[in-house]
């Protein structure tokens, strides 16, 4: 269909196709009874960050999209992906825009190969239209980790202990943390925990897809 602008890059039809349309946890973003509440899994057991965005479930064809992007080297993929992920949030009644955004960081030879990291290239254009700080270097791995999705939810929590560095002040700080795919979320989990224990008031997860 004919777009109303080029750089949307997905017509209108499509994106309402790809957005979520069960109600998920504000908590965790997993199915839930209402959208509101959090879920009886987060009354137990409440994740480390405040809330989490995702615009749908990590399969086709948005999943077909994120990965031509991430191993097709199809970077100008990014914008039209970013944009779903401002709907999204825009749906979710964003009231203020986040003090500051921070893309999940890739390990530096993962990303040397891959040519970019692409939670940086979503958080580029957002970053624009929310007229939001983006910090790019504001969180390094300080070392190799084995690929997540080949590890069980315990042994990926183990892999990434002390993971991460933070290389900025985030003191008193509202932060957006953007990642294309959370799984399990034990990469944002130890990334939010490193935020909040060095002074960062709140952290939400904006993602593309979080697994159902």
Known sequence: MPLALAHWGICSRC???????????????LPA??????C????????????LIAVNDYAPPLSRLIHRLK??????????LARLLLLRIRQQGLKTAPDLMMSVPLWQRRQWRRGFNQSDL????????LQCRWQANALRRQRATPVQHHLSARLRKQNLKNAFRLEF???????????????????V???????????AASVEVWCLCRTL
């Open 15 to 29: 994106t309402r196709a790809l957005s979520c349309s069960l109600p998920l946890c504000p908590l965790c973003g």
């Open 169 to 187: 002040a985030v003191n008193g700080l509202h932060i957006a943390l953007v990642d294309d795919v959370v799984t399990t979320g034990s990469t």
């Open 33 to 38: 009874a209402n959208a509101i509440l959090p």
């Open 71 to 80: 191993f097709s080297g199809r970077a100008e993929l990014a914008v039209a």
């Open 189 to 199: 989990a130890e990334i939010s925990r490193l935020l909040l224990r060095n002074g």
């Open 122 to 129: 979503l958080c580029q254009p957002l970053s624009r239209w």
């Open 40 to 51: 009886g899994r987060c009354l137990q057991k409440a994740p480390p960050w405040q809330r």
